[in-house]
């Protein structure tokens, strides 16, 4: 699924492309939603730590939204999708809002699934990867669908460029950005917050995990190294 990013610190409103993440589906349909909250319920799977929900659906979001605000959650945002096909995709929509609550209330831990992430050259004085992507870029918002409730990751400095010290990885990586390969990235991290002025649930990043195309991992580092 895509999500979108614009600046949470004001600015002229852009929206940009950004990433994908684990599940598929268009944004805007209620069925899309029901798989994504669905995926979320299940057992791990391959590739999802156990002890972190997956952060991969506006409902989820929303969900950590009422719970951190400490605000009943408004049913209207998680059937808003619904209402065109019918009661029982609105009573679907309503069950599937409830698990999701119930997972924000149970754990505050959160990892992302990130698809498509774009590394340029290794730039050997920063020890580091520039990255395409609009990640890890100040407090900009990420958008699962066109509500106001987003994300954004309250301690990103020290992950754009990407640091990777290790000269034998480096040396991986920059023959897979030669070749025109994206990577996967996972974001490991913690739900410390949500603002209700502007609808935003704030991040705080634990660690990150870089994956070939192929799922094999490259290398991992903490947020504050």
Same mark, same amino acid.
């Given at each position: 699924? #895509? ?42 799977? #391959? ?9 991969? #659906? ?13 605000? @009943?959650?408004?049913?209207?945002? !998680?059937?808003? %999708? ?7 995709? =609105? ?6 809002? +409830?698990?999701? =609550? /119930? ?18 050259? %290794? +730039?050997?004085? &920063?020890?580091?990867? @520039?990255?395409?992507?609009?990640? !890890?870029?100040?407090?900009?918002? %990420?958008?699962? +669908? +066109? #509500? ?12 754009? @460029?990407? @640091? ?10 920059? /023959? ?7 990577? /996967?990235? &996972?974001? %490991? ?14 991040? &705080?990043?634990?660690?990150? /995990? ?16």
């Amino acid at each position: 699924m #895509s999500h979108t990013a614009k600046s949470s610190a004001g600015g002229p409103g852009w929206r940009a492309l950004a990433l994908a993440t684990t599940l598929t589906g268009v944004l805007f349909a209620a069925r899309a939603v029901a798989a994504d909250v669905t995926a979320g319920a299940a057992a791990p799977s #391959s590739g999802v730590a156990a002890g972190f929900v997956p952060l991969d #659906s506006a409902d989820q979001l929303k969900a950590y939204y009422f719970v951190f605000t400490r605000t @009943p959650a408004d049913r209207a945002e !998680f059937t808003r %999708y619904a209402l065109n096909l019918g009661q029982a995709a =609105v009573q679907a929509a309503d069950d599937l809002a +409830d698990k999701a =609550v /119930e997972r924000a209330k149970a754990d505050a831990d959160i990892i992302l699934d990130l698809k498509d992430v774009s590394l340029n050259n %290794y +730039d050997a004085s &920063k020890q580091a990867f @520039p990255m395409d992507n609009r990640l !890890f870029l100040g407090k900009l918002g %990420y958008y699962f +669908d +066109d #509500s106001p409730y987003h994300y954004f990751y309250t301690n990103p400095s020290n992950l754009n @460029p990407l @640091p990777c010290p290790d000269p034998a990885v480096a040396r991986t990586i920059d /023959e897979r950005v030669n070749a025109y390969k994206l990577f /996967e990235m &996972k974001v %490991y991290g913690r739900v410390t917050g949500a603002d209700a002025t502007d609808k935003s649930v704030a991040v &705080k990043i634990a660690k990150i /995990e870089l994956f070939d195309d192929g799922g094999h991992l490259l290398f991992e580092r903490n947020a504050g190294e």
